[in-house]
């Protein structure tokens, strides 16, 4: 049977759940407690077709490196083999052009994300493509914002959005 490696990072944001095939990072899941991290494997396991393995072989050394550098403030653009077999159509479409064209420290509104995949007035299918990424922070959809300001939603939670935008020099740090 296939498999897929996982392991549990600590990061500035809380527990990470990392897992990758042998093509590259499939997976990030934030506030990765053991029930989240759980049901997290069952539904990758049913997914992929294929069984966990807790970071056997090293696949998630690189990813691991690269997350803690930019945790540290060292790494401003990931260079990881992504695995994206758990997105495809438009939301693929939109997290590749998210991904490539919106760099560390900036954000983009919804609209103006559909607009850069050729699909004007696709505002909340870019936000539904925001919330099914299989791979935040590396396919960074904290940078997505609604037009007039405010932060939108974030499948992390909103306090979790504000702290990567702040890391990134976007948002002020929190006071306390």
Same mark, same amino acid.
């Given at each position: 049977?296939?498999?897929?490696?996982?392991?549990?990072?600590?990061?500035?944001?809380?527990?990470?759940?990392?897992?990758?095939?042998?093509?590259?990072?499939?997976?990030?899941?934030?506030?990765?407690?053991?029930?989240?991290?759980?049901?997290?494997?069952?539904?990758?396991?049913?997914?992929?077709?294929?069984?966990?393995?807790?970071?056997?072989? =090293?696949? @998630? *050394?690189?990813?691991i490196r690269?997350?803690? &550098?930019?945790? !540290?403030? #060292?790494?401003r653009?990931?260079?990881?083999?992504l695995?994206?077999?758990l997105?495809?159509?438009?939301?693929?479409q939109?997290?590749?052009?998210?991904?490539?064209?919106v760099p560390?420290?900036?954000?983009?509104?919804? =609209?103006? @994300? *559909?607009?850069?995949?050729?699909?004007?007035? &696709?505002?909340? !299918?870019? #936000?539904?493509?925001?919330?099914?990424?299989p791979?935040?922070?590396?396919?960074?959809?904290h940078?997505?914002?609604?037009?007039?300001?405010g932060?939108?939603?974030?499948?992390?939670?909103l306090?979790?959005?504000?702290?990567l935008?702040?890391?990134?020099?976007?948002?002020?740090?929190?006071?306390?």
């Amino acid at each position: 049977m296939k498999s897929f490696e996982w392991t549990v990072v600590d990061t500035d944001i809380g527990p990470l759940l990392l897992a990758a095939t042998d093509e590259g990072l499939v997976s990030v899941v934030f506030h990765a407690d053991p029930a989240v991290r759980d049901g997290a494997l069952a539904r990758l396991a049913g997914r992929l077709a294929a069984e966990p393995v807790e970071d056997a072989t =090293g696949l @998630l *050394a690189e990813p691991i490196r690269q997350l803690e &550098a930019y945790f !540290a403030g #060292g790494l401003r653009e990931f260079d990881l083999p992504l695995d994206w077999s758990l997105s495809g159509g438009f939301n693929r479409q939109v997290l590749r052009e998210l991904a490539r064209s919106v760099p560390y420290g900036a954000v983009v509104g919804y =609209g103006d @994300l *559909a607009s850069r995949v050729g699909e004007p007035g &696709a505002a909340q !299918a870019v #936000g539904a493509a925001m919330g099914s990424n299989p791979l935040p922070v590396v396919v960074p959809c904290h940078r997505v914002v609604e037009t007039g300001g405010g932060l939108g939603g974030f499948g992390g939670g909103l306090e979790t959005k504000r702290r990567l935008l702040a890391l990134e020099g976007v948002l002020p740090e929190p006071l306390f």
